[in-house]
């Protein structure tokens, strides 16, 4: 498929994965970045519980409306011309929040770098499948291990950078970060202007029809395919968002356990997910049947949240590391992006719509578990939710056994249903 084949030059292709690690790299530096030096922010800029909610809503719906959107500004700007406009949003974003006089420009700093963040999440996975459609295994696991190492980055970095120079040169160092991954995208639009128009062209190339199609961003909506691992992606992004917000606290009052180690717990909870990253992407490529890795990811988060249930005391570090084994659904739903479509333009759409749609349900996430913790005055009613989604979604993941793709089943879609 002309579309889906990478670019005929080595060196294009090496600057692209050069590109793709680097952007890989700044995909959550913005969401993790103010948590860890939120005292020090606190000397110039007063942040109340409302504030701090607020910048904690921001992650999810950024990228949700980016993943929305994303699809048909990419049809109209180009993957790699939209990327480049994302990474100068993130540096912008950055470089703002560093700068904020107050907490209106730290929140629409924090706007401005998140949507670019968003805009990289969906279209990380359609570059894999235009430049590397031979290795999208391997590629896919690399860009997801340098982004699980961007994620950890700023909790390790930012509080000793804010002590040493300052909250400011702790945020704007990420701008830094983002800019490095702009080169290796300038310098492939630079030298292979031609050759990625000649790829877009063939992209929007289409049979002659008596009534054009809808494009796919518009038709996905009916795709089977699309909405089963958009679900699967909303199980693993609502139970690690609220995971991140509540779990320390969590432990804090049913396991008994000093907030000291509760902070280890769920730093133990964000390193499960690295081998995950690395393993999944190359199984997900060589099964033909991924629906045992889909029920594997679940299992987990069910056997995790009844340990805490009714054994929280007891091994907590176990349930730990299962409900963090759960978002193995991450890489695979990635993986799964370019797997299930036969176009890049497939991929970008499905990417888009998955992201979207499963970010719009992930912010709830967070939200739920306090009101009902607020409500009962416990954690039992939150972690039967939380439970309670895992458990529905069995029957969705197990749709993922069969291999169907995106564009073949919405062209086996009558017009106008």
Known sequence: MPNSRPLSLWAGRTMALLGILLVALNLRTAVAAISPIVPSIRVDIPLNSLALGIVGMVPPVAFALSGLFGASLAKRLGLERLLVLA????????????????????????????????????????????????????????????????????????????????????????????????????????????????????????????????????????????????????????????????LPQILIDIAGVPPVVAGNLLALFSIVGLPAALIMPVLTVRLRNVGWLIQSGIAAFIVGYLGLLFVPTVATWLWVVLIGAGPLLFPVCLTLINLRTRTHEGAVALSGFAQGIGYTIAAFGPLLVGLLHTVTGGWTAALVLLLATAIACIYTGARLNRVVYLEDELAAVPRGV
Do not use: C
């Not at 540096?91 to 968003?118: C, D, E, K, N, Y």
């Not at 990380?124 to 290795?135: C, G, I, M, N, S």
């Not at 040493?164 to 292979?192: D, E, K, T």
């Open 87 to 246: 990474i100068v949003a993130m540096v912008i974003g950055h470089l703002l929040r560093a700068i904020a006089p107050g907490f209106v420009v730290l929140l629409l700093g924090s706007v401005i770098a998140l949507v670019g963040t968003g805009i990289g999440n969906v279209l990380l996975p359609p570059l894999v499948k235009r430049y590397f459609p031979d290795r999208i295994g391997l590629v896919s696991s690399l860009y997801l291990t340098v982004l699980s190492i961007g994620t950890a980055l700023p909790a390790a970095l930012s509080a000793p950078i804010a002590d040493s120079s300052g909250w400011r040169s702790s945020l704007a160092i990420w701008s830094v970060v983002a800019f490095a991954s702009l080169v290796p995208w300038a310098a492939v639009l630079l030298q292979h202007r031609r050759e990625l128009a000649a790829l877009d062209a063939e992209a929007d190339e289409a049979p002659e029809l008596e009534e054009p199609e809808a494009p796919l961003s518009r038709r996905i909506w009916r795709s089977r395919v699309a909405w089963t691992i958009a679900i699967v992606f909303a199980l693993s992004s609502l139970h690690a968002y609220a995971a991140f917000a509540w």
